[in-house]
């Protein structure tokens, strides 16, 4: 009986914990309060440097707030450059940067990756899912995307996308 209690116990903490990782991942505690700046930095110093990873992070306005849906976006899209970038590109060097300007913002993301053809026909399939997303995600918000790549040669991203305000149906 002792087993089995200690056995459901063990189970409702992973369970508890389950449900806080996917609360967090919905909407990130430091970009509710502390908006993209402070998340993005977050992210890029939760990358484990210890996988021989070094992430830097620039931004030219550390006290810029946005829209809190436009946020979110751009946080998701920082994510998953940086999740290609740790298990896809084996990069050594990641460089992340946020540059606001009275209209818009820019993200410039850079690593040393493997790279791809960004040029080769099937263009989605040599991305993956997720740069097919991030272009998506861009064309919603009237941004424009560059993604330069080449074999061997790592991978540069540039998205700029307008900071007005966006409907909540676009985001």
């Known amino acids: 009986m002792r087993e089995a209690e200690q056995r459901i116990k063990e189970l409702l903490d992973e369970a508890i914990g389950s449900v806080r990782r996917i609360s967090q991942d919905l909407m990130p505690v430091v970009l509710d309060k502390m908006g993209l700046v402070q998340a993005v930095g977050a992210l890029c110093r939760s990358v484990p440097a210890t996988a021989g990873v070094t992430a830097t992070y620039a931004c030219n306005d550390k006290s810029r707030r946005l829209d809190p849906r436009l946020e979110l976006v751009l946080y998701r899209m920082v994510q998953e450059l940086l999740n290609n970038a740790l298990k896809h590109a084996r990069a050594t060097t990641i460089h992340v ?75």
Not at 116 to 130: I, Y
Not at 144 to 154: C, E, N, T
Request: no cysteine.
């Open 97 to 171: 940067e946020l540059l606001f300007a009275d209209d818009e913002v820019t993200l410039h993301f850079e690593d040393n990756g493997v790279g791809f053809d960004a040029t080769a026909s099937g263009q989605a399939v040599a991305q993956g899912v997720g740069m097919v997303s991030i272009e998506s995600r861009v064309r919603v918000l009237n941004g424009k995307i560059d993604i330069q790549s080449a074999a061997g040669l790592g991978t540069r991203v540039r998205i700029t996308v307008p900071t007005k305000q966006h409907d909540q149906q676009t985001l």
